[in-house]
Structure formats: structure tokens, C-alpha cells
């Protein structure tokens, strides 16, 4: 048995069903179908344990923001009574698409769901919880759902000013797409990227 990564406490993954039940609850597949965390980063998914009670002070999260250029900072509460529009906002967050830049996302209290697509196409459920940040690269399809628990405050982060315009897939025109799909998709091993026009 290896050695227990410590981010797996925080971040787990795993291939969803294809069942329109509730966007909240886990959709796992039977039997379940685990995704380690090396297999997020092989399509560019980066993650971390982080102390979460201690944000403010934290020394590793100053070091990855230096390193990252991750000069802007904020919080963002998802829940029925702090989040103006919220059943319009959850409905956006759940529409698959991509930003341009980096979407960097640091939980500080709550949990949730960030659903990735696969080298096949398939979506990869990331439960992240306190103490977990994630990276997702410019150009990722994905979406986002709180869990039944309805709740988490995360931080943002983002290189100088930050721009969360979503596009909603098909957009593989644009350049970070087709960055992503040449960096992590075409990779040898990758499989054939998919094309979402077709």
C-alpha cells in the first residue's frame, strides 16, 4: 500500500453515472469508479491540502500564490440565503463551459462539486471539501454543483484582474481551447480529444 496522499481527505474524484437525478447528490457509477488525484493532473487539474482555519496566516498558500502570480483574492458564499439569484446562478454554474484563464478555487468551509470531462469525453466528479483548492486550466470543460449539504465559501483567486465570463460549450474555437486540447488531450496516452461540434 502507498503512502495516504494527504489532499485525498479533502479531494476525492470519481466517474459519474449518466442519471438525471438531482445534480447534488454523488452520481456515482455502479461499481464505483475512483480517480486518483495524479490522473486529475494528467488533464491538468491541480490540487492541494491547505489549512483552512488558518488562511489568513497560511505560509503555503502565500508561497503558491507568489509562485502562481495569483495577485487577486476573494470569497464566494453558495447557498439559498447568501447568494443573490441563486437558483438562477446554480443553473449557470451547472451549464457546461470554459474560461479563458484559470478558475482557482480554495474551500474554506462547505463542500462541492466541480465536474470535469475526461480524455473521453466522460465527466470525472471532483468532490472538494474544507481544506481543498483545485486548479482548473484555461480551456477545461466543466461545471460546478454544490452537494446536498448546500453550502461552501470558497476563496478566488486569479492572476491581476479577474474575468469569469463563462462560454458554454461548443466553444473550441478559442484559443485556451485549443491550448488545453494540445497541452493535456493530445498528449501521448491521451486518446483523441473530442470535438464538441460534431
Known amino acids: 500500500m502507498g503512502i495516504l496522499d494527504k489532499r485525498e481527505e479533502v479531494i476525492q474524484a470519481w466517474y459519474m453515472d ?5 445534480q ?3 452520481h456515482h457509477r455502479e461499481p464505483k469508479e475512483f480517480v486518483s488525484l495524479d490522473k486529475l493532473a494528467e ?3 491541480l490540487s492541494w491540502r491547505l489549512d483552512a482555519d488558518n488562511y489568513e496566516n497560511d505560509e503555503e498558500l502565500k508561497k503558491i500564490r507568489e509562485e502562481r502570480s495569483y495577485s487577486y ?6 447557498c439559498p440565503e447568501k447568494l443573490p439569484n441563486y437558483e438562477e446562478k446554480i443553473k449557470n454554474f451547472f451549464e457546461e463551459h470554459l474560461h479563458t484563464d484559470e478558475e482557482i478555487r480554495y474551500c474554506v468551509a462547505g463542500s462541492g462539486y466541480f465536474d470535469v470531462r475526461d480524455h473521453n469525453d466522460k465527466w470525472i ?3 472538494v471539501k474544507k481544506g481543498g483548492m483545485i486548479v482548473l486550466p484555461a480551456g477545461i470543460y ?7 449539504d448546500n453550502y461552501i465559501k470558497a476563496m478566488r483567486l486569479f492572476v491581476g484582474d479577474p474575468i469569469w465570463t463563462p462560454f458554454n460549450r461548443p466553444h473550441d474555437h478559442l484559443p485556451a481551447r485549443k491550448e488545453y486540447i494540445e497541452n493535456f488531450l493530445q498528449k501521448e496516452g491521451g486518446g483523441q480529444a ?3 461540434a460534431a
Open 194 to 196: 473530442v470535438d464538441a
Open 125 to 127: 466528479r471532483v468532490w
Open 24 to 26: 447534488r447528490l454523488p
Open 18 to 22: 449518466d442519471s438525471d437525478e438531482d
Open 43 to 45: 488533464l491538468g487539474v
Open 142 to 148: 466543466h461545471r460546478f454543483t454544490l452537494d446536498t
Open 73 to 78: 483574492m476573494d470569497f464566494c458564499e453558495v
